[in-house]
Antibody, heavy 117, light 110 residues
Framework: QVQLVQSGAEVKRPGASVKVSCKAS????????MHWVRQAPGQRLEWMGW????????KYSQKFQGRVTLTSDTSASTLYMELSSLRSEDTAVYYC??????????WGQGTLVTVSS | QSALTQPASVSGSPGQSITISCTGT?????????VSWYQQHPGKAPKYMIY???NRPSGVSNRFSGSKSGNTASLTISGLQAEDEADYYC??????????FGIGTKVTVL
């Protein structure tokens, strides 16, 4: 079955960077676009960006442009999301999500990133 | 990209039907049949319930249905059950090749 297993919770200082990983299994990793979505405590879902199948293209939300980098290691079936210049407003649960089309079918368990001095 | 507009809360009694609206613009909801809906229980990851406006994934109850008219999409839950109490989010593909979520609607079963 499809599984997306993310790395553990992180605590970072303001101004630092964080890199979250997401290991996929149970399907052909290179055949699907993957997305990252975040959710601040008590807030709505927020789409951050996608990386195309085969790691060819990326597209980022204008809100995160310049601060977020999505990469993948197809040999390890693993995705990465790096967010830089962290501020307190970046405290959120970050999800990796599979995108079979223009929707999101399988979600990782989420990674809590806390930004605090 | 502004969030899609949803009512903050909707409630209904068991067995009733409720409808959640999701309003965007011609650059997102109105421009494409690429609206999807997600159910999220507290502390859990979202689960997709409807894709491409009105398609239901296998395993999702046929009590859930979706539609769209102009710039507004809707999710209807019929025969409301206690387990339907959750937050619901709509999402749409946009003309910028990005995605946008709604602000979310809390469904309460009275």
């Amino acid at each position: 079955q499809v599984q997306l297993v993310q790395s553990g919770a992180e605590v970072k200082r303001p101004g630092a960077s964080v890199k979250v990983s997401c290991k996929a299994s149970g399907y052909s990793f290179s055949s699907y676009t993957m997305h990252w979505v975040r959710q601040a405590p008590g807030q709505r879902l927020e789409w951050m960006g996608w990386i195309s199948a085969g790691n060819v293209n990326t597209k980022y939300s204008q809100k995160f442009q310049g601060r977020v980098t999505l990469t993948s290691d197809t040999s390890a079936s693993t995705l990465y999301m790096e967010l830089s210049s962290l501020r307190s407003e970046d405290t959120a649960v970050y999800y990796c999500v599979r995108g079979p089309g223009t929707y999101f079918d399988y979600w990782g368990q989420g990674t809590l990133v806390t930004v605090s001095s | 990209q502004s969030a899609l507009t949803q009512p903050a809360s909707v409630s209904g009694s068991p067995g009733q039907s409720i409808t959640i609206s999701c309003t965007g613009t011609s650059s997102d909801v109105g421009g494409y049949n690429y609206v999807s809906w997600y159910q999220q229980h507290p502390g859990k990851a979202p689960k997709y319930m409807i894709y491409e406006v009105s398609n239901r994934p296998s395993g999702v109850s046929n009590r859930f249905s979706g539609s769209k008219s102009g710039n507004t999409a809707s999710l209807t839950i019929s025969g409301l059950q206690a387990e339907d109490e959750a937050d619901y989010y709509c999402s749409s593909y946009t003309s910028s090749s990005t995605y946008v979520f709604g602000i979310g609607t809390k469904v309460t079963v009275l």
